[in-house]
T-cell receptor
Framework: DTEVTQTPKHLVMGMTNKKSLKCEQH?????MYWYKQKAKKPPELMFV???????INESVPSRFSPECPNSSLLNLHLHALQPEDSALYLC??????????????FGPGTRLTVL | GQNIDQPTEMTATEGAIVQINCTYQ??????LFWYQQHAGEAPTFLSY????GLEEKGRFSSFLSRSKGYSYLLLKELQMKDSASYLC????????????FGKGTKLSVIP
């Protein structure tokens, strides 16, 4: 299984809503990532989890809250978002650095629209 | 810091060969990645270079020169489905997780 899955594919939410994005992989990767991608821009790293611990937080606002319940799952909890947070949210996974070939495999993304 | 530069757009003809260049200036280096991204879809991994030279995978090849901070992706026998954005990404240092992307090159393949 070389697939990263994400749910939902599309999400529309109001600024007062609370929602969660989910990501799952079964490749045995111990590093998982959240990226944000705006139209016609490259993906921008938000968070990295390594061995289920938060390794990197790229100064992301607290209205985005990541969670890694186990080595296969990664969640992104959303609360009080702003319209400018509308974007494609990509999850990725890889082996940690030094643990083999560490290209990142991306999920299909969640297209988020904040009204 | 990271500075990764690639052309914004390119156009090529079906059946032809196209070369997409990427130059980088980084404070560390842990390999250079190429990804393909179709509009509205996730990036898909194409190639990885950590040593100088050419890596070939079917119609796609990638070249790296670390001393020059330069890479290219070569696409042969272009097909219409190759129309996509191509992202050059650099891993900045040993032990680092961060993959920093260039802004991407939008390739349009025309008949």
């Amino acid at each position: 299984d070389t697939e990263v899955t994400q749910t939902p594919k599309h999400l529309v939410m109001g600024m007062t809503n609370k929602k969660s994005l989910k990501c799952e992989q079964h490749m045995g990767h111990r590093a998982m990532y959240w990226y944000k991608q705006k139209a016609k821009k490259p993906p921008e790293l938000m968070f990295v989890y390594s061995y289920e611990k938060l390794s990197i937080n790229e100064s992301v606002p607290s209205r985005f809250s990541p969670e890694c319940p186990n080595s296969s799952l990664l969640n992104l909890h959303l609360h009080a978002l702003q319209p400018e947070d509308s974007a494609l949210y990509l999850c990725a996974s890889s082996h940690p650095p030094g643990q083999g070939y560490n290209e990142q495999f991306f999920g299909p993304g969640t297209r988020l629209t904040v009204l | 810091g990271q500075n990764i530069d690639q052309p914004t757009e390119m156009t090529a003809t079906e059946g032809a060969i196209v070369q997409i260049n990427c130059t980088y200036q980084t404070s560390g280096f842990n390999g250079l990645f190429w990804y393909q991204q179709h509009a509205g879809e996730a990036p898909t991994f194409l190639s990885y270079n950590v040593l100088d030279g050419l890596e070939e995978k079917g119609r796609f090849s990638s070249f790296l020169s670390r001393s020059k901070g330069y890479s290219y992706l070569l696409l042969k026998e272009l097909q219409m489905k190759d129309s996509a954005s191509y992202l050059c990404g650099v891993g900045p240092g040993a032990g680092s997780y961060q993959l920093t992307f260039g802004k991407g090159t939008k390739l349009s393949v025309i008949p």
